[in-house]
C-alpha cells in the first residue's frame, strides 16, 4: 500500500490556513526579487575579476578558479538543504539567515588577502546564496494567494538581467576601482534587504515548525556527499586533460554514484526523510525535474560556452564575446514576461514545448557557419537571441509545472529545480570542456556539440507530454 500522503488533497486544506495579515505584495516582490538580483549578479561579475584578483592576491591561475569552483560546491550542495529547512523553520527565517550569511561572507571576501581564505569564503557565500530561491519562492507562495502564480514566473526574468550587468560591473570595478569591490558591492545591498524584510514582509505562522520530525541529518550527508563528489568529478573530468580512467574522475564519480544509492535508499525507508521520494522522481513530480535538467539546465550549458565558442571558432575577442550574452539575456526576460501573463490560457505543455523546439533551431543555428553575408558576430548574437527567446518561453511553464502540484512544499521544489537546472548545465559545461581539451580543432568541435545538444533536445520532446497541464491559477 502507498503511504505516501495524498499531496493534491491537502492542498485546498493547507490554502484555507494561509496567511491572513495583508502585505504589500509589490513590495514584497521587490524585497525579494533585489536578493535574487544581487545572487545573480555575483554569479558572473568573479568571473570578470579573476585576472585582477590573480595579481592582487599574488596567486596562480589554478587556485583562482577555485573561487568559482568553490561557489559552485557550496551552491549546488546547500540547494536541498536551504529548500528543506524553509520548510521546517519558515520561509522568512530562512530567508534573513541567508541574506545575512550571504551578506557577511560578501564583506569577508572583500578584506581578504590569502587566495585560501577566500575560496573557504566563497563557499560560504555560496552557502548563503542558495537559500535565495527557495525561501522567496515560498514567501511568494504564502503572501501572493491567487497570483502566486505569475509572481514566480516573473522570476525568470530576474536572472537574466543579473547575467547581463555582472559582467558590466566587474569591469567597472576593475578598470576604475579594485576586484574587491566586486563583493563589497552586495554588502549595501544585503543589509538593505535584511531591514526592508524585517520591515515588510510578515512573520512565518507557527504551523511552519516541525519540531517532532527533526531533521534527517543522515540524508543530508549523504546528498551533500554525493553531490560534492560528483561535483569534484566533473571539474576534474572539465579542467583538466586526463582520460575517464583517471582516478581524479573515477573516485569521485564512484563516490557519488554509492552516495545516491544509499540517499534514495535512505528517503524511501526513513520515516521523516530529507527529501521526499515522490517530490524526486515520484508521477509528475520526476517529469518536471527531468523537463528542467534537460531543457533548462543544458541549454544553460549551452549558452555559457557561446563565448569560449566564438573565440575558438571566429577569433572574437575577450569582451565582444561575453557581450553575446546580453543578446540572449534580452530575449530570454522579454519572452519570461509574455508568458507569464499569457500562461493561465496557455497551460504549461504549449510554452514548453515551443520554447525547446525554437532552443533546439537557435543551437543549430549557432553550430552552423553564417549565412546570407551576415558577419559571424551578428550571427552568433540572432543565435543566441533566439535560445533566449527559448528559455524566457519555458521558464514561467516549467517554474509553475511543478509548483503548483504542491505549493506547501514550494521551498523544496523550488530548490530540487534550481538543482536540476545546475546538474544539466554542470554536465553539459564538463563533458563540452573534457572533448575540446584535446582537440586540435575546438571551435569545428563544439559545434558537433552543439549539434548534439540540439538533437538531445529534439529526442526529449515527448516527455512534455506527461508534463502535468494546468489552466488558471493555483
Known amino acids: 500500500m502507498n503511504s505516501q500522503p495524498d499531496v493534491r488533497g491537502i492542498e485546498g486544506t493547507v490554502d484555507r490556513l494561509a496567511i491572513t495579515e495583508p502585505v504589500n505584495r509589490v513590495l514584497v516582490f521587490m524585497i525579494v526579487a533585489l536578493a535574487l538580483l544581487m545572487m545573480s549578479i555575483d554569479s558572473t561579475i568573479v568571473a570578470t575579476i ?72 566563497r563557499a560560504l557565500q555560496a552557502a548563503g546564496g542558495a537559500g535565495f530561491t527557495p525561501s522567496a519562492t515560498g514567501i511568494i507562495v504564502d503572501h501572493f494567494g491567487d497570483a502566486r502564480d505569475r ?186 514576461v509574455v508568458v507569464a501573463l499569457v500562461l493561465r490560457r496557455t497551460g504549461h505543455r504549449l510554452p514548453i514545448f515551443s520554447g525547446a523546439v525554437v532552443i533546439a533551431v537557435g543551437t543549430v543555428l549557432l553550430a552552423l557557419p553564417p549565412r546570407f553575408g551576415v558577419t559571424p558576430y551578428a550571427w552568433l548574437a540572432a543565435s543566441a537571441f533566439v535560445i533566449g527567446a527559448g528559455m524566457g518561453t519555458i521558464n514561467p511553464a516549467s517554474r509553475n509545472a511543478g509548483l503548483q502540484l504542491a505549493p506547501r512544499q514550494a521551498s523544496t521544489l523550488a530548490a530540487l529545480r534550481t538543482l536540476s537546472l545546475q546538474i544539466g548545465s554542470i554536465a553539459t559545461i564538463s563533458i563540452t570542456t573534457a572533448i575540446l581539451a584535446g582537440s586540435a580543432d575546438p571551435g569545428s568541435i563544439q559545434a558537433w556539440v552543439y549539434i548534439v545538444a540540439a538533437l538531445l533536445i529534439v529526442a526529449a520532446l515527448p516527455v512534455i507530454s506527461r508534463v502535468p497541464e494546468h489552466h488558471g491559477s493555483w
Open 151 to 336: 509572481a514566480v514566473s516573473l522570476f525568470g526574468s530576474i536572472f537574466p538581467i543579473g547575467a547581463m550587468i555582472g559582467p558590466i560591473f566587474g569591469g567597472l570595478f576593475v578598470s576604475w576601482w579594485t576586484w574587491r569591490a566586486a563583493f563589497l558591492v552586495n554588502v549595501p545591498i544585503g543589509i538593505i534587504v535584511i531591514l526592508l524584510t524585517l520591515r515588510y514582509i510578515p512573520r512565518d505562522p507557527s504551523r511552519r515548525k516541525r519540531a517532532s520530525s527533526g531533521i534527517d541529518a543522515p540524508g543530508m550527508l549523504l546528498l551533500s556527499g554525493g553531490l560534492l563528489a560528483g561535483m569534484l568529478a566533473v571539474t576534474h573530468l572539465g579542467g583538466t586533460k586526463t582520460s575517464m580512467w583517471s582516478a581524479g574522475f573515477a573516485v569521485p564519480l564512484a563516490i557519488a554514484l554509492v552516495a545516491a544509492w544509499a540517499f534514495f535508499r535512505h528517503i524511501g525507508r526513513a520515516s521523516h526523510p530529507f527529501v521526499a521520494p515522490h517530490l524526486i522522481y515520484g508521477p509528475d513530480f520526476g517529469t518536471v525535474n527531468l523537463v528542467n535538467m534537460v531543457f533548462s539546465g543544458v541549454t544553460i550549458g549551452v549558452v555559457a560556452l557561446i563565448p569560449l565558442y566564438a573565440a575558438n571558432r571566429y577569433g572574437i575577442g575577450a569582451l565582444n564575446a561575453g557581450a553575446l550574452l546580453i543578446a540572449e539575456g534580452a530575449a530570454a526576460i522579454i519572452m519570461s
Open 50 to 121: 579573476l585576472h585582477a584578483l590573480q595579481h592582487g592576491l599574488g596567486t596562480t591561475v589554478n587556485w583562482v578558479a577555485w573561487t568559482l569552483t568553490a561557489y559552485s560546491f557550496g551552491f549546488v550542495v546547500m540547494l536541498p538543504i536551504s529548500g528543506r529547512l524553509s520548510e521546517q523553520y519558515g520561509r522568512r527565517r530562512v530567508f534573513l539567515g541567508s541574506v545575512a550569511v550571504f551578506t557577511l561572507a560578501s564583506l569577508l571576501c572583500g578584506l581578504a588577502d590569502n587566495i585560501f581564505v577566500l575560496v573557504v569564503l
